[in-house]
């Protein structure tokens, strides 16, 4: 039966499409990627001949519009690839997807020449992007950066370094963002295309990793690093925040869909071990105590999946709520992956504090997706803060809620000081 493919229907069913996409990155994950993930993960190395296999397969360019190269997928359609990719392996879920996230800001804010000259050969699978926003002191605080960028001649000058770049020495290209104004508010920062080779751009310190030990993650460090300006993001200076925001609005069902297919990977396994473990004279499956594990995490794991399409779908629509539900997808299905994968690692028992066994890698790349692309409590920040401004749209519910009244005390002066909080 064909899939339905209207607004009502798509957080529940994928359309032919999507199921396409969905298809061959499975097939490439269990050809390709999962039997050398335990490989990769132990050396620690950018496994090339999985992205060659990736760019083969047609899947380097899904999410960049036609006009540039690409197949003119949707956000879905990135997001069914990328929990394939990390059912098989977390480290490679993230290989494909950061370079989603680092041409996205080209995609939302370059100019037609930006967009012409770099994502072809992003879609290609010829050049590897990265996303340069953090700082040792600009984690959460992403606007709190300190890089700097002086405009000089036709260049922008770069000193300062970056923190957690993820791809940072197997990218070719980088999307830097950097103060141009630091007496501004909302116009500090802008964001520039640097290439791979620029003189006084290095990589600096390789990072060691708890999980997604595949991928590379580096510092960067800006040395009197001269951008053409014709390199500044849209050509106008001071949007790199927004553009950033954006971005991050747009990446964020990505890792969602990290988290979904760490989760659904790590409960395969532990479906498959928990049917064939014999303890007490049964298969461990029998039991009561697996039993309930393993269906809270099915119902979890699938509650996020919906979630993850549902946010998809917000950022497609442009969706008023994109933001919130691109937070609600990150924040929830992560926290998911987290919890699934300890809960396999359980399952496992003894061996799943093993190496020689598949399952204990789930767990460690599980973990940074609830750090990486913004915390999990920055995640709850942010839904909070819209829901806060969501009360606009409920001024119907104002008249059921009594306001209590006592001798000496204005309620309205309480509410005129509690805005006054707020806004200091
Ligand atoms: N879309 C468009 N604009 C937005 C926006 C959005 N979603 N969110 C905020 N903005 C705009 C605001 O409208 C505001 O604009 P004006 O100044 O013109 O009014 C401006 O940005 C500042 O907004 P806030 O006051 O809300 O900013 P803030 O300083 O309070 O920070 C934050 C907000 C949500 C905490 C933000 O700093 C944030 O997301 N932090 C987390 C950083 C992060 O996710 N880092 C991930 C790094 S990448 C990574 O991890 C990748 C990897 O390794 C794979």
């Known amino acids: 039966m064909a899939a ?3 607004e009502a229907g798509m957080s529940a069913y994928l359309s032919n499409e999507t199921r396409k996409w969905q298809e061959r990155a499975r097939e490439v994950a269990n050809r390709l990627v999962r039997p050398l993930a335990a490989k ?27 006009e540039y190269g690409g197949a003119g997928g949707s956000i879905l359609d990135l997001c069914v690839i990328v929990e394939e990719l990390s059912k098989a392996c977390g480290g490679v879920g993230v290989l494909f997807a950061v370079n989603a996230l680092g041409s ?33 002191y600009a984690g959460s605080d992403a606007g709190g950066m300190r ?20 791809n940072g020495g197997a990218a070719d290209l980088y999307t830097v963002f950097a103060v ?46 001269r951008v053409p300006a014709e390199n500044l993001l849209g050509g106008k200076a001071g949007f790199g925040f927004k553009h ?12 969602a869909a990290q988290g979904v297919g760490l989760a659904a990977g790590a409960l395969e396994f532990a479906q498959v071990y928990a049917n064939r473990r014999i303890q007490f004279g049964a298969k461990i499956s029998s ?28 950022v497609e629509t442009e969706a ?44 460690r790349d599980a973990k940074i997706t609830q750090i990486y692309e913004g915390t999990n409590q920055v995640q709850r920040m942010v839904i909070a803060r819209n829901l806060i401004k969501e009360v606009g749209q409920l001024t119907h519910l104002e008249s059921y809620i009594p306001v209590e009244t006592q001798r000496g005390v204005n309620p309205e002066d309480l509410v005129a000081a509690e805005a006054v909080g707020q806004s200091s």
């Open 4 to 6: 339905p493919r209207d």
């Open 147 to 166: 890089m700097r960028a002086i405009e000089s001649g036709k260049h922008y000058i770069l000193n300062g370094e970056k923190k957690w770049n993820t």
């Open 244 to 255: 950033a925001m954006m971005t991050l609005d747009r990446a964020r069902p990505g890792v």
């Open 320 to 363: 008023p709520d994109t933001t919130k539900m691109a937070a609600m997808a990150k924040c929830f299905a992560t926290d998911v992956a987290m919890e699934v994968t300890a809960n396999a690692v359980q399952i496992f028992g003894g061996y799943g504090f093993m190496r020689d066994y598949p399952i204990e890698k789930y767990m």
């Open 180 to 225: 141009t104004d630091p007496t501004s508010r909302s116009r500090r920062i802008s964001a520039f295309i640097v290439e791979k080779g620029t003189p006084g751009f290095k990589i600096g310190k390789v990072e060691d990793k708890m999980g997604i030990r595949c991928v590379p993650v580096v510092e960067l460090e800006a040395d009197d690093c």
């Open 104 to 136: 996205f800001p080209l995609i939302v804010g370059g100019t037609e020449e930006q967009k012409k000259r770099y994502l072809p050969l992003i879609a290609r699978g010829e050049k590897l992007v990265a996303f340069g926003l953090s700082e040792k």
């Open 287 to 314: 039991f009561q105590m697996i039993q309930q594990m393993l269906a809270d995490m099915a119902m979890k794991v699938e509650a996020a999946r919906q979630l993850v399409y549902a946010s998809a779908w917000a």
């Open 40 to 66: 990769y993960d132990r050396l620690q190395e950018y496994p090339w001949e999985i992205k060659e296999g990736l760019a083969a397969a047609g899947l380097t360019g899904v999410w960049i519009p036609r």
